[in-house]
């Protein structure tokens, strides 16, 4: 029983915390990725609670102001984009805000910034983030395209590839030829990005990413070759200045998720906001 105790106490003493850091100047915006119910992490008919698990707490320990917006599932990144715009200029007027960007929501936010001109973003942080798309979409839009079994068998499960307006434009030769051209960096924006990637044969990507993860690395793209966190290669994640990244987290574990895997590193996930945090602190915002 003591031993368990002492376990226990050792682990709380390596659980990351932001009591005691300065309040950043600006509040914080979590910009979530794609999924079939605005914030809330639904995967067909698995619902897995708030997209962000203790990420808002853990980031508000702080005492700076967080805030949570719900972007709609079957949008463009550019009509997701205006819906972020929106909640930043009526929601939070007249404020210079930090965003932390999720997956899609990291193309989201780059669209609303550098497009859209939504003059309040000082910030755009992103982990997961297709910047340079990635072959699960390549396979994704042929599917959709040649209406295979796939295709169809999605359907049955209540995914429609078209409605997942977005889909065709995280492939990789979309973001190459036309997104990145159209949305080029803001200046007077920080850019920052964490890239992480994971594993089967060691029990750190959920089971949950299986059939993606195969499909992505069956596309043989020279982007995959790296390593990637299930969704998203390690190369494709990277935006502005890379920060420390991680090995062993999986795209669902970036927003400290661990459903369906054996290993379950919160305290190194809470850990990677920790450092944004760090880095927008020290950058003055």
Aim: cysteine-free; charged content about 20%.
């Amino acid at each position: 029983m003591i031993l368990s105790l002492l376990l226990s106490l050792a682990a709380l003493a390596a659980e990351p915390t932001l009591q005691g850091r300065p309040v950043l100047k600006h509040p914080i915006v979590l910009v979530h990725g794609s999924t079939f119910e605005g914030a809330k992490l639904e995967v067909g008919i698995l619902n897995f609670g708030e997209y962000w698990r203790n990420v808002p707490e853990f980031l508000a320990s702080s005492g700076t102001k967080v805030h949570v917006v719900e972007l709609p599932s079957n949008a463009t990144i550019g009509e997701r984009a205006g819906v972020l715009k929106n909640f930043i200029e009526s929601d939070l007027r007249g404020q210079k805000v930090n965003l932390i960007a999720h997956s899609l929501g990291g193309l989201d936010a780059r669209y609303a910034a550098s497009v859209l001109k939504t003059k309040q973003i000082l910030s755009i942080s992103t982990t997961g983030t297709p910047h340079r798309g990635t072959p699960l979409a390549n396979w994704g839009e042929r599917q959709r395209k040649n209406r295979t079994a796939w295709y169809w068998f999605f359907r049955l499960l209540g995914y429609d590839m078209d409605s997942r307006r977005f889909l065709g434009e995280i492939t990789t030769d979309y973001m190459e030829t036309v997104f990145n051209p159209r949305v080029p960096n803001v200046s007077g924006v920080t850019y920052l990005s964490v890239k992480t990637s994971a594993r089967f044969s060691d029990g750190t990507m959920s089971y949950l990413l299986w059939f993606p993860a195969l499909w992505l690395e069956g596309e043989k793209h020279a982007l995959g070759q790296e390593g990637h966190d299930g969704l998203v290669p390690l190369s494709s994640q990277g935006w502005g200045k890379e920060l420390e990244g991680s090995a062993g987290i999986d795209h669902l574990a970036q927003i400290n998720h661990h459903e369906f895997r054996t290993q379950k590193p919160e305290a190194e996930v809470l850990g990677i906001y920790a450092r944004l945090y760090d880095e927008l602190r020290r950058s003055g915002l």
